[in-house]
């Protein structure tokens, strides 16, 4: 096709070239695609006028296509293939054939304690998925996810803003603190523990604003004598001393399960919390997309279960 007319040629134009080729007769692509004899024979017309070629002759049956209409067929067919296949693709997805990779928002607490199922259970479905994991500050999560350059992002994203997003579990900051602290050493709850954590002093985690925070309205940050870049490092921190740091109840719980720790849960301020999965709208259909956060969703069902 002459590229000079490519801005002219009406899509419809080369369904009905393509019905008239495939059935040899104007009445039969008519009827195939449910239109009247006089549309095909119409839109025939200006593709002939465009393309200055008959395009079709009439012969015993119908009718007979020109070499220039030969060469066009094929080009057609495939051109329309193509487009059909890219419109009923959010509908496909397989996950054991795909190799496809995707990129999810996660702090390396997240990584430790919710990357071993997740991937145990891509190896099940998805051995050719991959996944990387791709930390960003919050305010570059939205538009990374608007642009493809993240897929999902995991975590408590309050910040996060303008984005779909499902529950996926609750959660509330804790104390963890060695076995034998100090502080688990009595039972204590209410103002008496509040009290007894201002004796405390702790490591914390510079990029979890939310702990920080919560130190801060404790007038505990004078008592911070360690501030870290991640939290995977405090447990053999906090095992090896007596410094107590403020993390998720349900990563400690994690840690705890090891043994060597205590985990004291006073009734501070925001200590409740929801870990959602965020993604961008502009995804939403997207048949990949949709089938790992349904395959996350039902592997959080699990653990909430």
Excluded: C
């Excluded at 024979?41 to 465009?50: A, D, K, N, Q």
């Excluded at 487009?83 to 702090?107: G, N, T, W, Y």
């Amino acid at each position: 096709m002459n590229a000079m007319h490519i801005d002219k040629i009406d899509l419809n134009l080369l369904r009905v070239f393509d019905a008239v080729y495939r059935e040899r007769s104007v009445s039969r692509a008519a009827e195939a695609l449910g239109l009247t004899q006089p549309a095909v024979s119409h839109g025939l017309t200006r593709l002939r006028l465009l393309l200055a070629d008959a395009l079709f002759t009439r012969a015993a049956g119908g009718v007979a296509p020109t070499p220039r209409a030969e060469r066009l067929a094929s080009a057609v067919r495939s051109a329309m293939a193509t487009l059909q296949e890219a419109l009923v693709e959010p509908e496909r997805f397989d996950p054991l054939a795909s190799r496809k990779i995707f990129r999810i928002h996660m702090s390396d607490i997240g990584e430790g304690r919710f990357l071993p199922p997740l991937m145990a259970r891509l190896g099940a479905l998805a051995p050719g998925v991959r996944l990387q994991t791709l930390p960003l500050p919050a305010a570059e999560i939205g538009p990374a996810l608007d642009s493809g350059r993240l897929d999902f992002a995991f975590g408590f994203l309050p910040a996060v803003r303008d984005t779909q997003r499902a529950h996926l579990l609750s959660d509330r900051y804790i104390v963890m603190v060695r076995e034998g602290h100090p502080l688990a050493a009595r039972r204590r709850g209410g103002k008496a523990l509040l009290q007894a954590l201002q004796k405390a002093e702790f490591v914390a985690v510079r990029t979890h604003a939310d702990t920080l925070r919560i130190l801060q309205l404790l007038n505990l940050e004078e008592r911070v004598r360690l501030t870290t870049e991640h939290f995977m490092v405090l447990p053999a921190i906090v095992r090896a001393t007596d410094l107590a740091v403020v993390m998720p109840r349900n990563i400690a719980q994690g840690f705890a399960q090891a043994g060597g720790y205590a985990l004291i849960e006073p009734v501070f301020p925001l200590r409740d919390f929801s870990v959602a999965l965020h993604w961008s709208r502009r995804f939403e259909s997207d048949a990949a997309n949709r089938w790992l956060r349904e395959t996350i969703m039902a592997l959080f069902a699990e653990v909430r279960a």
